[in-house]
């Protein structure tokens, strides 16, 4: 059974959600309780997470027998941020402790806020946003954590998400309380206010606490960092200067464990452990690059793509070289790297790495659009640089690997693929003549043949590359009249269409071939004489006789 519905309450594959209605559904569950005891009966042992919107939903704790099964909770509305002010919501913030004391089975819980319509942790609330009576009920929290662990009122291995110490002293006695009574292998869960060197010292004390500073557990937690920024799909993952200090220490003193043996799924596990599952956790930049630099095997998948560099190249360029289970992704992040830094001086860079030809090779995976996209996309970013570097694609063979794609059935290859024979045809015309002779025109014709019915932003982009073809407006050598003129019956079409852009391409085309092919050309200029006030702009970027 998947799914079941009791009284406005959804139960999907396990989780309990009240979010489906505007009432209060936990109160409507609560009320059939005595009226549908054999349905909660059924029912609720199958649940095994809820999520709590409100205060008031905590009064499911009522019918928490039922709740057998339950391993997770999700706790969100703890605070609402909303710009410079954030508001502490403290019923839940005194309620929700005790309220965990009825789940005898409960391995997680999780502590969310709003910030929006988006959810995030409390490590991503500055603590002056708080006032100080707010700040004081969540001390009393923390401090309500502390003496639940202590009088084992919840589950010794209960791991606590999204909580920290809003206070900055040095001598906290709710951090160090926190040091003292959580179990030793849950300190880590929380971000404590203590410097790092004073909570290993009170950790040091406690009965097993060498040995956990020392352990894998404690370096797993680590590998979970403190929290630069923290929303409901994401959070980014910084390594502080005690963390990484302890992190060398551990590595350092083990004997019993090789932390850099450890393969880039143990890594990964360990780095999302300490969120909740549906947030999608990124390494910033200086995370990902000090996990390499100490050995540890990670995954590029981890590093934050929002903030990808130059200096990050060599990571993504390896496992396109080695076509790891990542291949995808590390072409994204290429095209992606290309379009936000600009060609210059990036292009040159990539060049060197000799990931060109991987990339020309790909255009040739008939088995895989996606591959045959993105490298056809990154190869268009290439083609924008200097003429060298146009000249090394040129001479790695991609010209006839991207006319073969204006033929793909895909439907986003082609126009991709003209892009980047546009790109090498405008860098000069040895390179346009190529890209005739390479048998491109007659590809591209047919892809325009439809033009009324396919969208207007690949109407463009046929159009400007069969005017980059039939001269462009830079070049001065004329291309051979026997491969360009097979354009005149669609173009003549193209001045009458309804985009500007595309007759004003069309007109060029016409104005390029003109000079050097009137006779020729005949009665194809009467059909545009009408539109050359109207463009006479382009007069500039016609080609000399």
């Given at each position: 059974?998947?799914?079941?519905?009791?009284?406005?309450?959804?139960?999907?594959?396990?989780?309990?959600?009240?979010?489906?209605?505007?009432?209060?559904?936990?109160?409507?569950?609560?009320?059939?309780?005595?009226?549908?005891?054999?349905?909660?009966?059924?029912?609720?042992?199958?649940?095994?997470?809820?999520?709590?919107?409100?205060?008031?939903?905590?009064?499911?704790?009522?019918?928490?027998?039922?709740?057998?099964?339950?391993?997770?909770?999700?706790?969100?509305?703890?605070?609402?941020?909303?710009?410079?002010?954030?508001?502490?919501?403290?019923?839940?913030?005194?309620?929700?402790?005790?309220?965990?004391?009825?789940?005898?089975?409960?391995?997680?819980?999780?502590?969310?806020?709003?910030?929006?319509?988006?959810?995030?942790?409390?490590?991503?609330?500055?603590?002056?946003?708080?006032?100080?009576?707010?700040?004081?009920?969540?001390?009393?929290?923390?401090?309500a954590f502390s003496g639940a662990f202590d009088y084992r009122h919840i589950p010794h291995n209960l791991q606590?998400?999204?909580?920290?110490?809003?206070?900055?002293?040095?001598?906290?006695?709710?951090?160090?309380?926190?040091?003292?009574?959580f179990p030793v292998h849950r300190i880590g869960d929380v971000s404590l206010c203590l410097h790092h060197a004073?909570?290993?010292?009170?950790?040091?004390?406690?009965?097993?606490?060498?040995?956990?500073?020392?352990?894998?557990?404690?370096?797993?937690?680590?590998?979970?960092?403190?929290?630069?920024?923290?929303?409901?799909?994401?959070?980014?993952?910084?390594?502080?200067?005690?963390?990484?200090?302890?992190?060398?220490?551990?590595?350092?003193?083990?004997?019993?464990?090789?932390?850099?043996?450890?393969?880039?799924?143990?890594?990964?596990?360990?780095?999302?452990?300490?969120?909740?599952?549906?947030?999608?956790?990124?390494?910033?930049?200086?995370?990902?690059?000090?996990?390499?630099?100490?050995?540890?095997?990670?995954?590029?998948?981890?590093?934050?793509?929002?903030?990808?560099?130059?200096?990050?190249?060599?990571?993504?360029?390896?496992?396109?070289?080695?076509?790891?289970?990542?291949?995808?992704?590390?072409?994204?992040?290429?095209?992606?790297?290309?379009?936000?830094?600009?060609?210059?001086?990036?292009?040159?860079?990539?060049?060197?790495?000799?990931?060109?030809?991987?990339?020309?090779?790909?255009?040739?995976?008939?088995?895989?659009?996606?591959?045959?996209?993105?490298?056809?996309?990154?190869?268009?970013?290439?083609?924008?640089?200097?003429?060298?570097?146009?000249?090394?694609?040129?001479?790695?063979?991609?010209?006839?690997?991207?006319?073969?794609?204006?033929?793909?059935?895909?439907?986003?290859?082609?126009?991709?693929?003209?892009?980047?024979?546009?790109?090498?045809?405008?860098?000069?015309?040895?390179?346009?003549?190529?890209?005739?002779?390479?048998?491109?025109?007659?590809?591209?014709?047919?892809?325009?043949?439809?033009?009324?019915?396919?969208?207007?932003?690949?109407?463009?982009?046929?159009?400007?590359?069969?005017?980059?073809?039939?001269?462009?407006?830079?070049?001065?050598?004329?291309?051979?009249?026997?491969?360009?003129?097979?354009?005149?019956?669609?173009?003549?079409?193209?001045?009458?269409?309804?985009?500007?852009?595309?007759?004003?391409?069309?007109?060029?085309?016409?104005?390029?071939?003109?000079?050097?092919?009137?006779?020729?050309?005949?009665?194809?200029?009467?059909?545009?004489?009408?539109?050359?006030?109207?463009?006479?702009?382009?007069?500039?970027?016609?080609?000399?006789?």
């Open positions: 059974m998947q799914y079941i519905c009791i009284c406005n309450v959804l139960i999907y594959n396990g989780s309990l959600y009240s979010a489906v209605s505007i009432d209060l559904p936990y109160d409507s569950l609560i009320s059939c309780a005595s009226t549908s005891r054999a349905i909660l009966n059924d029912a609720l042992p199958l649940v095994t997470t809820l999520h709590i919107e409100k205060a008031s939903h905590l009064r499911i704790g009522i019918v928490s027998k039922q709740f057998r099964d339950v391993r997770s909770i999700s706790i969100y509305n703890l605070f609402i941020k909303e710009g410079k002010n954030a508001t502490l919501d403290e019923d839940i913030a005194t309620q929700s402790v005790h309220f965990l004391f009825r789940f005898s089975n409960l391995e997680r819980v999780t502590f969310l806020g709003k910030e929006g319509n988006d959810l995030c942790s409390l490590n991503s609330v500055p603590s002056l946003l708080f006032t100080q009576k707010q700040k004081e009920s969540i001390y009393s929290m923390l401090d606590v998400i999204g909580l920290r110490c809003p206070r900055k002293y040095e001598d906290c006695t709710i951090c160090k309380r926190i040091c003292n009574k004073t909570s290993k010292e009170l950790i040091k004390a406690r009965k097993g606490g060498m040995n956990y500073l020392q352990s894998e557990t404690r370096f797993m937690q680590l590998l979970g960092g403190n929290l630069d920024d923290s929303r409901y799909y994401y959070s980014i993952i910084v390594y502080n200067a005690g963390v990484r200090d302890e992190i060398n220490s551990i590595i350092e003193s083990s004997k019993a464990v090789d932390f850099t043996k450890l393969n880039s799924e143990d890594v990964g596990k360990a780095i999302k452990k300490q969120y909740p599952n549906n947030v999608t956790v990124y390494l910033s930049e200086s995370a990902f690059d000090y996990l390499e630099t100490i050995g540890l095997p990670v995954s590029i998948d981890y590093l934050d793509p929002k903030a990808t560099r130059a200096e990050n190249l060599k990571h993504i360029v390896k496992h396109i070289m080695e076509e790891t289970d990542l291949l995808q992704i590390s072409l994204n992040r290429m095209d992606h790297l290309l379009a936000r830094q600009g060609p210059d001086p990036l292009i040159q860079r990539v060049v060197e790495s000799g990931v060109l030809p991987k990339l020309v090779e790909l255009l040739q995976r008939d088995d895989d659009y996606n591959l045959q996209k993105k490298a056809s996309d990154i190869l268009t970013n290439v083609a924008l640089g200097t003429s060298k570097q146009v000249e090394e694609i040129v001479r790695l063979g991609a010209i006839p690997s991207l006319v073969h794609l204006l033929g793909s059935p895909d439907s986003k290859i082609p126009e991709s693929a003209a892009w980047a024979l546009g790109n090498i045809a405008s860098d000069g015309f040895d390179h346009r003549d190529l890209v005739l002779h390479a048998g491109a025109m007659q590809p591209l014709l047919k892809l325009l043949v439809d033009y009324p019915t396919i969208d207007l932003k690949s109407v463009r982009t046929y159009t400007w590359v069969l005017s980059t073809l039939c001269g462009g407006m830079y070049l001065k050598t004329h291309p051979d009249y026997k491969l360009a003129s097979q354009s005149l019956s669609i173009l003549s079409e193209l001045v009458h269409h309804r985009d500007d852009q595309v007759v004003a391409d069309a007109c060029l085309a016409l104005s390029c071939l003109s000079h050097r092919y009137s006779r020729a050309l005949g009665g194809v200029l009467g059909e545009v004489s009408y539109i050359g006030s109207r463009y006479s702009r382009y007069d500039r970027y016609r080609c000399d006789p």
